[in-house]
Nanobody
Framework: QLQLVESGGGLVQPGGSLRLSCAAS????????IGWFRQAPGKEREGVSC????????NYADSVKGRFTISRDNAKNTVYLQMNSLKPEDTAVYYC??????????????????WGQGTQVTVSS
């Protein structure tokens, strides 16, 4: 069974940091491009970042550029999202998803084949 599992979420104060992990089971991540999405209460799920299978192409949403860093370790079958300088508006459930064909429209949810169950990130004092 193909699965993506996110971890690393939690409660953090504004200005703090968290590192999310996305681990795969049942398949190897190195064949897939991986995106991170988030969904805040009452809002649409939005693309945060995407990394190509080799790590050579990376995209970020404007709202997180300069604060978030996506990376991958194919040997560990894991993709990471390092989140620094967190703001209350970053509060959301964060999801990772696997994409077969890299696209300039990486933020489109419909392009992704597999999704994780999500991990909650809450930024609050």
């Amino acid at each position: 069974q193909l699965q993506l599992v996110e971890s690393g979420g939690g409660l953090v104060q504004p200005g703090g940091s968290l590192r999310l992990s996305c681990a795969a089971s049942g398949f190897t991540l190195d064949s897939y491009h991986i995106g991170w999405f988030r969904q805040a209460p009452g809002k649409e799920r939005e693309g945060v970042s995407c990394i190509s299978s080799s790590g050579g192409r990376i995209n970020y949403a404007d709202s997180v550029k300069g604060r978030f860093t996506i990376s991958r370790d194919n040997a560990k079958n894991t993709v990471y999202l390092q989140m620094n300088s967190l703001k209350p508006e970053d509060t959301a459930v964060y999801y990772c998803a696997a994409l077969r064909w890299y696209s300039s429209s990486w933020f489109e949810r419909s392009l992704y084949d597999y999704w994780g169950q999500g991990t909650q990130v809450t930024v609050s004092s």
